[in-house]
């Protein structure tokens, strides 16, 4: 139920669309520059300037439109509201492919998302994700479709697996885990025609949503990376659950997988496969 209090009042996708392209814009002067840049610990990665600066624009210009609304930002956490009952949450990753970003690879974006919360679930209700280098800029609104740069998109209908391309990744994994997800790409590249690693996801659900990769999944991501992408991509026509084939929920989630309704079955069977995620 979209929320009804004065103080609670959804913006439009326009308003979405607009703050997160000057944020990406904002990103392209610190691009292939001398970067400050900080390591936020193990498994964690690094944050640079631009990452700061892009969410101080964000935040700033939310807080002065919205002043009543939560935000959950990469770099800076939650900022809550009076309620979490029926209230709207913008879900935002100011940077995403800092790495990257950093070495002047121009694979990565900035993901806005703007959902209705009730207690730890939220329906994502707007999205808005903007690739700086190449200008596209990705939109969806909730039950309205998916759109780059105002043209409708649809995702992939291939569902042979050897015909199909995947995308996936694994920054934040160590250990057992990066064991686990390189036993998963294993079995994956040995049933598909292949698969691409870039290193910012929320770009790689763009990317599938527009059909240039057939599937995607990942493990161990945040709210921040998921939010709008999962939109975007349901919204192209994807089956989005989580890698358990559980409904996908942006606050609860750590995981995703998506694709049209036939190749995501396959892909399920894929990743059980693989055995069980160690915990």
């Known amino acids: 139920m979209r929320p009804q209090s004065i103080n609670h009042i959804l913006p439009t996708i326009t308003t979405v669309a607009d703050l997160t392209k000057r944020a990406g ?38 807080l002065t439109q919205f002043p009543h609304h939560a935000i959950l930002a990469e770099e800076s956490g939650m900022r809550e509201c009076e309620s979490s009952d029926n209230s709207v949450i913008w879900i935002i990753d100011p940077l995403d ?33 903007f690739h700086p280098f190449s200008g596209d800029l990705y939109t969806a609104e909730k039950g309205k479709g998916a759109f780059l740069n105002g043209a409708p998109i649809r ?39 292949g698969m691409r690693i870039n290193g910012a996801a929320a770009l790689d659900l763009c990317n599938t949503a527009r059909g240039m990769f057939q ?4 493990r161990n991501l945040s709210p921040w990376e998921l939010a709008a992408g999962s939109l975007i991509l349901q ?3 994807a089956v989005v659950t989580d890698m358990e084939g559980n409904p996908f929920d942006t606050l609860r989630c750590r995981d995703i997988l998506a694709a049209n309704q036939v190749l995501h079955k396959k892909m399920l069977d894929l990743i059980s496969s693989a055995g069980p995620w160690p915990q």
């Not at 990103?27 to 840049?37: A, N, Q, S």
């Not at 995702?155 to 920054?171: N, P, Q, R």
């Not at 599937?215 to 990942?218: A, C, D, I, L, T």
């Open 25 to 62: 814009d904002l990103t392209l002067t610190y691009f292939r520059r001398h970067l400050k840049i900080a390591d936020k610990g193990w498994e964690l990665g690094i944050v640079t300037e631009a990452d700061l600066a892009s969410e101080k624009l964000l935040k700033d210009a939310i």
């Open 97 to 129: 492919g800092t790495t990257n970003f950093s070495k002047g690879n121009p694979y990565y974006c900035v993901s806005v998302g703007v959902g209705v919360r009730n207690g730890n679930s939220c329906v994502m209700e707007l999205a808005a994700i």
């Open 155 to 193: 995702i992939s209908l291939l569902e042979d697996l050897s015909s199909v391309s995947c995308a996936t990744g694994f920054a934040g994994n160590k250990m057992a885990k990066l064991s686990y997800v390189l036993r998963t790409i294993e079995i994956f590249q040995n049933n598909i025609l």
């Open 215 to 218: 599937g995607f999944f990942e």
């Open 235 to 237: 919204e192209a026509g």
